[in-house]
């Protein structure tokens, strides 16, 4: 899941920056908050949207310092496990492993173009677990997954800071009671039967 956290700044806010390579190319901009006006002026300051600790006398320094800061989280993992009770792995091996891959591909492909990404870290990259309706075999993991995907994308959740700290949060939009059993079996069947059209169809 991709997140942002901060405001997209006002056409006006962006004419009156014509001239900041970081307002024309969609850079992180500033929360409105920080703008007394639309005028910007010699003795404006801009403090990161992230962090919101350092503070800069131009809106270009604020934006290079926003792409490193240790508080700016643009990406988050979310993991489903309807199989939790089987124990079989580990959201947090899960976790690490990716942010490993992921950075090590960026090693391999994009470090010599792209250089001074940081490493990718729990801090830039959480990943947090939400409570779904278990199974109770080890072979519906595929349907399981199928109908939260298509839940999913029907009502999907609006996933910021508050939904990856506060587990409560992430109980409003998810649950062990969102869907019953009923739902799944009738999914498979659901399934079963698209095979069997699309394998006669093949067939004739």
């Not at 996933?159 to 009671?177: L, M, P």
Request: hydrophobic fraction near 30%.
């Amino acid at each position: 899941f991709g997140r942002k956290e901060y405001n997209m700044p006002s056409r006006e806010v962006c004419e009156n920056n014509r001239g900041s390579s970081s307002c024309k190319n969609g850079m992180n901009p500033p929360l409105k908050s920080q703008i007394q006006d639309t005028e910007v002026t010699s003795s404006t300051k801009w403090k990161c949207d992230y962090c919101n600790e350092k503070v800069f006398a131009t809106f270009d320094d604020a934006a290079a310092h926003e792409k490193i800061c240790d508080k700016n989280i643009d990406w988050c993992m979310i993991h489903f496990d309807s199989g939790k009770h089987f124990k079989l792995h580990s959201a947090s091996t899960i976790f690490k492993d990716i942010r490993k891959y992921l950075f090590a591909f960026y090693e391999g492909e994009y470090i010599e173009t792209h250089p001074g990404m940081p490493s990718i870290t729990h801090e830039r990259m959480p990943g947090c677990s939400v409570p779904v309706p278990v199974q109770d075999n080890t072979k519906d993991c595929g349907v399981y997954m199928l109908h939260i995907i298509e839940k999913l994308l029907v009502d999907p959740p609006r996933v910021d800071g508050d939904f990856i700290r506060e587990e409560s949060v992430r109980e409003r939009h998810f649950g062990k009671n969102m869907f019953g059993k009923d739902v799944i079996e009738r999914k498979r069947g659901d399934i079963l039967q698209l095979v069997h059209k699309l394998r006669t169809s093949r067939l004739d």
